[in-house]
């Protein structure tokens, strides 16, 4: 199944997001093999430093980073798919500004949602963020069910338990682009967060 051939934006009506930025997840994946995913923000905003783009691009580096620091041996994100980890963003288009109105990250989870529901066989979703825990937020909410995680900081949230649709929910932190090496107390929480979420998926 090639992701981008089922899943995606034609009316872009969001107004606070680059859609020349726009991304969707262009790569073979089999749904069967997937048990994670991993929902981080935003595409970048150079198509070059997303997660399939290739060579050393920036999310591929910080993210293959997180799961080092995890205790996985992975060089690419090839190697991270191939341990049964799909890789996506909640919202599709590159940031103008810092950060992103509810308003866009709802239309944006329409099409999460559809994404989501393309991997049968997915154990734990890994939000990383806020905008990503919106996502899910939204998702839930209009399938009639409670917040699946509350409001609050993130490190206040993550000894707790989540669960959406018969998947355990991590709350965490974002791992794609730079800030992930300025912010070495969050290093240490994603990759806890990581480990834990590999050996559920194990189980």
């Known amino acids: 199944m090639r992701v981008s051939n089922c ?8 107004i606070d997001v680059r859609p020349q930025c726009y991304i969707v997840p262009d790569i073979e994946v089999k749904p069967e093999n997937i048990s994670i995913v991993m929902i981080s923000e935003a595409a970048p905003a150079a198509p070059g430093d997303y997660y399939y783009a290739g060579g050393d691009s920036l999310f591929q580096r ?47 989870s329409l099409i999460l949602e559809k994404e989501l529901a393309l991997f049968p066989k997915v154990k734990v979703l890994m939000l990383m963020g806020d905008v990503a825990i919106k996502a899910v937020n939204y998702i839930a909410q209009r399938a009639g069910e409670a917040r699946v995680v509350p409001e609050g900081p993130t490190y206040k949230l993550r000894d707790r338990e989540f669960f959406f649709q018969g998947k355990r929910v991590f709350p965490s932190y974002l791992q794609a682009g730079p800030s992930f090496f300025i912010e070495k107390s969050k290093r240490k929480m994603i990759a806890e967060d990581i480990s834990a979420a590999m050996r559920l998926a194990e189980q």
């Open 7 to 14: 899943v995606g934006c034609t009316a872009f009506p969001c």
């Open 62 to 108: 910080t993210t293959v980073q997180a799961f080092n620091d995890a205790g996985a041996s992975v060089s690419s994100v090839r190697d991270i798919v191939r341990l049964g980890v799909y890789l996506t963003t909640a919202v599709k288009c590159g940031k103008i500004g810092y950060g992103i109105k509810a308003s866009t990250i709802k239309e944006c």
